[in-house]
């Protein structure tokens, strides 16, 4: 039980730096994949601005990235360094592939690695897109250049689907960790012994999930619910009142509106979705909830739509000290995912702190 020398540390503590995969896969942004890595290459100089970024880029195409993010982060004054590393990947959503990483517990043995990494089973969302061979392999490949010690549960786990509050609750949703197509016909109880063992959960909020519309991940947490503190969470709210997945985001708010941390309630703050986006005649799943935390900085999605800077200005009251940078996904959200889908944090080490 790992979980109990190791926490989970929130988003918003101290970072070593962001890790990113290049997008490869035009499959998974069919029609506009050449606009992609001009789109990403921005995203990648604005994680840049505040702290290091860990770029996985196959070698064939490392000189190409390297041009383009150095033009990035030169228009964006961006100062940290951008690593490329050389992993193999299927996709770019290592939100979801990608390690999770704890930190040990101050009562820990101080013999203990100060973080190890947790690397979940992968299979692409209830194996909806193969091949996903290179991703479920990623983590693996990328400790190598971490040097840390890897756990492996041996269970189905994507890292969007839980959100953390660094205190050891976790915010999940049934729609996706009991969707069978993950880890079969598992039950509550198994998920939530599974977290208390793996990264120390001592409480899970459910929420019924359902996710956005244009959603195919069943529902992934980052699309409709994130802590901000350890007793605040930012919850998605409908654009109109009678979109398609206008009840289930309201239901998803009222059972946090119901529920408490050590016997405290949460505080909530709405965020309002964007106006409906189509692209092909298809819903795209956007949402401001799907913001990402740098040291210092808070990148949050835009979609060229008018709620933009209504959600920018309700991050930066959640988050003061930081400053919010808006990043346009219109086109990223076309992959059926943002910033933080295709991100994850690796936390500054304890020494660092």
């Known amino acids: 039980m790992i979980g109990v020398s190791y926490r989970w540390p929130a988003e918003w503590e101290a970072h070593a730096g962001t890790w990113l995969a290049w997008p490869v896969n035009r499959n998974t942004w069919p029609g506009i994949f050449e606009r992609i890595p001009q789109s990403f290459a921005k995203f990648v100089a604005a994680i840049a601005r505040f702290e290091p970024v860990f770029l996985i880029a196959d070698s064939s195409l490392q000189e190409d990235v390297r041009k383009l993010t150095g033009e990035a982060c030169s228009e964006a004054a961006a100062m940290h360094p951008v690593n490329l590393i050389d992993v193999p990947v299927n996709d770019s959503w290592c939100r979801d592939y990608g390690p999770q990483f704890l930190t040990r517990r101050p009562q820990a043995d101080a013999g203990k690695p100060a973080q190890v990494i947790v690397d979940w089973d992968y299979n692409a969302w209830g194996k909806k897109y193969p091949p996903w061979d290179l991703d479920a392999a990623a983590t693996t490949r990328m400790s190598k250049f971490i040097s840390l010690p890897v756990y492996q549960p041996g269970f189905v786990l ?54 956005i519309e244009g959603d195919d991940t069943n529902g992934h947490i980052d699309q409709i619910a994130r802590f901000v503190d350890e007793c605040s969470v930012v919850v998605s709210v409908p654009n109109e009142q009678d979109t398609v997945e206008a009840e289930e985001l309201r239901e998803n708010a009222r059972v946090l509106a119901a529920s408490t941390i050590g016997g405290r309630s949460l505080h909530l703050t709405e965020l309002k979705r964007p106006g409906r986006k189509i692209q092909d005649g298809r819903p795209l799943p956007c949402s401001y909830a799907n913001f990402c935390l740098c040291n210092s900085g808070v990148l949050c999605p835009t979609f060229q739509d008018p709620q933009d800077d209504t959600a920018m200005a309700v991050l930066q009251s959640l988050f003061p000290d930081r400053q919010v940078v808006g990043v346009d996904c219109l086109d990223l959200a076309w992959g059926l995912g943002a910033l933080h889908c295709l991100s994850h944090e690796q936390p500054a080490p304890p020494s660092a702190l």
């Open 158 to 211: 994507e890292g969007g689907a839980i959100d953390g509050n660094g205190a050891d609750v976790v915010l999940t949703t049934r729609s996706c960790l009991l969707q069978p197509d993950r880890n079969g016909s598992v039950d509550q109880a198994t998920v939530e012994s599974w977290l208390s063992e793996w990264i120390g959960a001592s409480q899970v909020i459910w929420l019924p999930g359902g996710g």
